[in-house]
């Protein structure tokens, strides 16, 4: 499709948590429109496969990257895969949540969280927006949620890395606007993945990956922060309106209420 995207984010796009949900999404999506994709998460055998799908069914190239982005050492892993490769756009799609008391989660696992939902998107983009910025074009989407918006009991430390990732590409994209970076957050709702079922959460409401991708990409370039689905975006407009507290104890009963175990 020669639709200008491709020449504004391409040639290539590093897709982190591209084996599964809203990344695997967004890795299809981009390949569509001609851009050749660099595949990132730890499943090697699903990236694999992913990566010959693509090169088969849109004729792009497409390197599957086996890496835990836990690890202290991934963006050496990614660096090196990516060498020589003009990165036009990053999509920070990996992430999981953690749910339950705060008091009660052991530590390390909090530490695994933080580093894949903020210190990798945050390094990231801080290793691949250099170049972007010396092109004056390019991409980068940072998958955020909608319980960045509020903070949420049982998911607290969830919530605090996904404001993380929205306060930092909000920023980002009123910083980068003038070099010609677009960045935009992401803040979906329950999207029907894997996501919901590690978090026990129900599918009611929720909306395919592959709409929350082309609400994503829709906006690329046109505003800063998307919320699919008429639902979450009516829900985020009205909690501007009412004060925190309300907002915290709405969403925490929605999340309650929208829990499939106990
Ligand atoms: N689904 C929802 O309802 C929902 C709502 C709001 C926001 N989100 C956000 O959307 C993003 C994508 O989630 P999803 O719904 O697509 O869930 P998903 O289907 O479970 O996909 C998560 C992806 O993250 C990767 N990942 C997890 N831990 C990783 C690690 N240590 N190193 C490398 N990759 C890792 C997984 O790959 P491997 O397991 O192969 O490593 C997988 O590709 C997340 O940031 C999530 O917070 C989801």
């Given at each position: 499709m020669s639709d200008g995207f491709a020449a504004r984010y391409g040639p290539w796009a590093l897709v982190t948590g591209a084996s599964s949900g809203i990344g695997r999404a967004f890795a299809h999506r981009l390949a569509a429109r001609g851009l050749n994709v660099v595949l990132?998460?730890?499943?090697?055998?699903?990236l694999e496969a992913l990566a010959a799908e693509l090169a088969a069914t849109c004729g792009v190239l497409a390197c599957p990257v086996p890496v835990d982005l836990c690890r202290d050492d991934f963006l050496d892993v990614i660096r090196a895969a990516t060498d020589g490769l003009d990165?036009?756009?990053?999509?920070?799609?990996?992430?999981?949540?953690?749910?339950?008391?705060?008091?009660?989660?052991?530590?390390?696992e909090m530490l695994r969280l933080f580093n894949v939902n903020g210190?990798?998107?945050?390094?990231?983009?801080?290793?691949?927006?250099?170049?972007?910025?010396?092109?004056?074009?390019?991409?980068?989407?940072?998958?955020?949620?909608?319980?960045?918006?509020?903070?949420?009991?049982?998911?607290?430390?969830?919530?605090?890395?996904?404001?993380?990732?929205?306060?930092?590409?909000?920023?980002?994209?009123?910083?980068?606007?003038?070099?010609?970076?677009?960045?935009?957050?992401?803040?979906?709702?329950?999207?029907?993945?894997?996501?919901?079922?590690?978090?026990?959460?129900?599918?009611?409401?929720s909306l395919s990956a592959e709409r929350v991708v082309d609400d994503a990409l829709g906006q690329l370039g046109r505003s800063d922060i998307v919320v699919p689905g008429w639902f979450y975006r009516g829900g985020t407009l009205a909690m501007r309106l009412l004060p925190r507290s309300v907002n915290r104890a709405v969403f925490g009963r929605f999340l309650a209420a929208m829990r499939t175990e106990e």
């Open positions: 990132a998460a730890r499943r090697a055998e699903r990165i036009g756009l990053l999509v920070n799609s990996a992430g999981y949540s953690l749910t339950g008391p705060f008091l009660d989660a052991d530590p390390d210190r990798a998107p945050l390094l990231l983009t801080r290793a691949f927006g250099p170049a972007m910025r010396a092109r004056r074009r390019g991409g980068i989407v940072m998958v955020s949620s909608v319980v960045a918006f509020v903070g949420t009991p049982q998911w607290s430390l969830y919530a605090a890395t996904k404001a993380f990732d929205l306060l930092l590409g909000e920023g980002l994209a009123a910083e980068l606007r003038a070099d010609g970076v677009d960045v935009l957050t992401l803040a979906p709702g329950t999207t029907r993945t894997e996501f919901l079922d590690a978090a026990g959460l129900s599918d009611r409401l």
